[in-house]
């Protein structure tokens, strides 16, 4: 249930087994007679041998809780990046009436997410990982959503322009269009503004009408500290 490529170089090492530890390869619930299992399933635990340590599986799954063990699994495969710190980059569901393989990519799905980061270069600060990409499809339903974060603020990166389209299929159906304004990065001891929007605009658009609305909100700058 744990496998290894040995595919990253110094200061990155991928470990192929640490004898003294041990993974959960099952887990069995037992409530009123009724046991239910689950697996788990990891590839490649990455280690930092410079700086922070254990970062992340390149892939870990797990499956849905099942009564028989013969029976076809629900498995969700999680795979990350551990480049970016371990930042997760695709969510996978699928049926198996077979044992996973995680060194092979699976493309009958059930559905998928994949997410893309705008990083900071190496050795320039701040430094940064921001989500700017996150699209999801259901190969059931051939509908896909896109979450795009356009634009961030420059002082603490908060997301300031938000999209969300959706798709069925290539088609696009509709879209909306979040951008947020925050109260000025004010730290005070006795107030703190720091990511509280004061303005929110939506605009959203389904095939051709165009609507929009605007909320703006007055913070409390008295905040009770505990």
Request: proline residues 4%; aromatic residues 12%.
């Amino acid at each position: 249930f744990y496998s290894s490529d040995n595919s990253y170089n110094y200061p990155f090492v991928e470990i192929k087994g640490i004898y003294t530890n041990d993974l959960v390869a099952k887990h069995k619930n037992t409530a009123l007679g009724i046991t239910k299992s689950k697996l788990f399933c990891y590839k490649g635990l990455v280690i930092n041998y410079e700086s922070i340590g254990i970062i992340n599986f390149k892939k870990t799954a797990q499956t849905s809780w099942y009564l028989n063990n013969d029976s076809k699994k629900v498995w969700s495969i999680t795979e990350s990046n551990p480049l970016f710190r371990g930042a997760v980059i695709k969510n996978q569901t699928l049926f198996l009436s077979t044992p996973i393989n995680l060194d092979l990519n699976y493309t009958s799905l059930i559905s998928e997410t994949n997410y893309q980061y705008d990083v900071s270069t190496n050795g320039v600060l701040p430094s940064y990982l921001l989500l700017k990409n996150e699209k999801s499809k259901d190969f059931l339903t051939n509908v896909v959503t896109e979450k795009v974060n356009q634009s961030f603020t420059t002082d603490y990166f908060l997301p300031k322009v938000n999209i969300i389209n959706k798709y069925l299929g290539t088609q696009l159906q509709s879209s909306s269009t979040t951008t947020t304004n925050y109260e000025p990065a004010i730290i005070n001891p006795s107030y703190y503004l720091i990511g509280r929007p004061n303005e929110i605009n939506i605009s959203n658009t389904t095939y051709v009408n165009t609507t929009g609305s605007s909320n703006t909100k007055t913070n409390n700058k008295n905040i009770e500290r505990f």
